[in-house]
């Protein structure tokens, strides 16, 4: 159950499902609700050329072949994953998400999930396909794209999922759901949707601020994905896996909203989870603040900046021996582009750093340092 302030919390965000996980921009709610059956009017083509009913029997029964080949193809590969926590009481069981196993290696195998299903986990403990308690081990995690690598014994693996390539998936084809809806007492449970849209952007809110701080990229779908799918797979009717459900819009007025991880997202950080236990991205060694956070006038008072400089972000600190400090960033800087790219907000910065270069390149930042702009040249190290 949701403590209080949780609860607080859950009635102005998004809901990453399975475990509390705020994103800007909706309000998270979990219901148990009596259903409701409303039909929305049938809608029949008639053709004399052919008998109809045969053919839309046929046509049906095809389809409903095809998903139940994809389900049984994915499921075996689909797992659960539970949160243990110390408490006074002993070790207790603290959530429960889903997993996907994607590779077996010798006496290994590895499972992907989301990073809200582990996060702060004492413990964690893998449920296979047939109700096998394994122990697993983080391997490692990331807040950002919401994903964690665990690692298990291989010796009751059956199956590894096949990843589909992010070019295959496109609007309108058939999307399935599985994972465990609300524990695993619904384990091993398929819902079946299409995909909605791709390349969707979502902001997320990491440190409960209200402020965005990165944008996650997501396939969108409207297969039903609950508290507790989190982690598990989206496949398409090859049983391929297309993304790794992550979230949903749960509002009143909303209905069937859901997000994947994409493949082409995933498949690095995991890479770099199950090698390294990090994701290693570029590092200025600075810490910012939105400069529209800042009221008007100490950006003209304290910062001298020219009326026409509203957005961007100022440097609040510079750590020691960092590519800032070797490149003369001072306090108060204010940052507006890179590399010729404007720089609105820290997110935008982030997009830029994490996904336009790499460590050890060489950005020029525009900076504004007492109301002057000036070129800057930062080299880039890893974190």
Known sequence: MMDEENKNQAKRSYKRTGLAFS?????????????????????????????????????????QSATTQAINEASEAVVGVSKMKETPQGTQKAGTGSGVIYKKDGDQAYVVTNHH????????????SGGKKVEAELKG???????????????????VADLAKAEDVEVGQT???????????FA??????????LERNIPVDLNGDQQPDWQTEVIQTDAAINPGNSGGALVNLQGEVI??????????????IGFSIPMNVAKPVIEDLETNGEVKRPYMGVSLQDLSQVPGSILQRDLNLPADVTKGVIVQAVAENSPAQKANLSQYDVITEIDGNKIDSLMDLRQILYNDVKDGETVELTVYRDGEPMKVDLKLSSQ
């Open 243 to 256: 993304g790794i459900n992550s979230m949903k819009i749960a509002k009143e007025e909303v209905e069937g």
């Open 175 to 185: 999307a399935i759901a599985i994972g465990n809806p609300l524990g695993m007492e």
């Open 188 to 197: 091993g449970s398929a819902t079946k949707g299409i995909v909605s849209g």
């Open 23 to 63: 994103v800007l921009g909706a309000i998270i709610a979990v219901f148990i609700v009596t259903t409701v059956f409303q039909w929305k009017g049938v809608s029949i083509n008639v053709n004399t050329d052919k008998p109809t009913a045969q053919a839309d029997e046929l046509n049906l029964g095809e389809a």
């Open 141 to 159: 995690s990331d807040p950002l794209t919401d994903l964690a690598v665990l690692q298990i014994d291989s010796e009751h693996v059956k199956k």
């Open 117 to 128: 299903v582990v996060e702060q986990a004492s413990s964690l403990e893998v449920v296979i």
